[in-house]
């Protein structure tokens, strides 16, 4: 069985890397495993090597590598030679996933996508639950629609609500798709391209239907999904988007939401997709300082320097120790050190693995627990506190 990574010029690219291993000593992954070479960056781009050369065949083990890499792109950042590993180690899942190598957590997450709309294979028909009370009042079509995204139904459905309330207090006109189904995201990050044209071609068609002219997502993947993987595989949306932050951000300085003072002393998580993959840095740290009362210290590693929670390139799905024992190092290595009784982060998946990551961190590290609460949280807790919610 061949084994032939279909991305133009990317057996050059693998070569680029001059094994420096400078990105050694910001590889989430490589750090948590006791250094073992081929959990890093430069380990896998040697595996990719010897695949494209044909020295070692697409073992398990060799596979269970190249998906054990969060692409958090971290490693980017410290390359000289501006090596995208996050994108070449993407180009090797698909190569996996069409051969039929991918791991089998892999496959049923597509499949999940595929049949219920969601990587969890949960009931499309519960997506809404957390909305019930109020989904069926929301106009058919609105200039705002709210993309909730898989995880924030699912599994963070209080980021929803949070995110709703706030809406009606800017008194924003939106709606929800009653039939929302996946952005394509988690299965791109797999290696099933088809899989995610497929949906992303639905969403398209669904968001010409809704009327909207914004589309905004609480999730990071689902705004890079739409802003940057749509255009790269030729679908295009009939809509602007933003992330939450970016219109929280905006709808702040437009003097739509009165907030009320928080006594906090926060620090922020940089999620990886809406970071290193988006640039979107200013607009969660503006919403923060905005919040009277909060006092905002940075983490020592932050911004394009920020450390992965772990989660990142589906890695939770197929090895799920590693992504809490990564989330523990984020919290007692990084934020427990500011001194922050809080931590707030933008992302679904962040919030679920960083609590997680606490319960771990206290075993671990011996570490106090520490609040982790998301950006639409706080700033929900502000407007309740000047009475606006």
Request: charged residues 25%; hydrophobic residues 40%; glycine residues 8%.
């Amino acid at each position: 069985m061949d084994f032939k990574i279909p991305v133009e010029e990317l057996e050059e690219l693998v070569y680029y890397c001059s094994r420096c291993g400078f990105c050694g000593s910001v590889c989430p992954t490589l750090l948590e495993m006791d250094r073992e070479e081929s959990f890093g960056a430069r380990g896998r781009l040697l595996l990719l090597r010897g695949l494209l050369k044909g020295d070692i065949k697409p073992t398990q083990e060799v596979v269970r590598r190249i998906y054990s890499c969060t692409t958090c792109r971290a490693c980017y950042v410290k390359c000289p030679a501006g090596v995208e590993t996050d994108r070449i180690i993407e180009a090797a899942r698909c190569e996996f996933y069409r051969l039929g190598l991918a791991p089998e957590e892999a496959k049923h997450l597509s499949e999940g996508v595929m049949k219920y709309g969601n990587p969890f294979s949960l009931p499309s028909e519960e997506r809404t639950a957390w909305a019930k009370e109020f989904i069926e009042e929301l106009p058919e079509r609105a200039d705002v629609l709210y993309y909730v995204g898989c995880t924030t139904a699912y599994v963070t459905p209080h980021m929803g609500e949070a995110t709703v309330s706030i809406l009606k207090a800017a008194g924003v006109e939106f709606t929800i798709l009653k039939d929302e189904v996946c952005c394509g995201f988690a299965q791109n990050a797999i290696g099933d391209v088809d899989g995610a044209k497929e949906v992303m071609k639905k969403n398209a068609e669904m968001f010409a239907r809704s009327g909207a002219k914004l589309v905004i997502t609480s999730c990071p993947g689902c705004y890079k999904s739409f802003a940057k993987l749509y255009p790269e595989m030729g679908i295009k949306l009939p809509v602007k988007v933003m992330h939450i932050s970016q219109y929280l951000d905006m709808l702040i300085r437009e003097g739509r939401l009165k907030l009320g003072r928080v006594n906090l002393r926060v620090t922020y998580h940089d999620p990886c997709d809406l970071g290193r993959r988006m640039d979107v840095y200013d607009a969660p740290r503006n919403v923060i300082r905005a919040i009277p009362g909060v006092e905002f210290i940075e983490m020592e590693r932050s911004g394009p320097n920020a450390r992965c929670c772990g989660a990142g390139g589906a890695v939770r799905l197929y090895m799920p120790g590693l992504t809490t024992s990564i989330a523990a190092t984020r919290i007692a290595k990084d934020a427990i050190p500011t001194g922050a009784k809080t931590l707030v982060t933008s992302c679904p998946t962040c919030l679920k693995t960083l609590k997680d990551g606490v319960d771990i961190a206290e075993i671990m590290h011996g570490i106090e627990p520490i609040e982790v609460l998301s950006l639409e949280e706080l700033v929900l807790r502000a407007l309740k506190e000047a009475g606006s919610a």
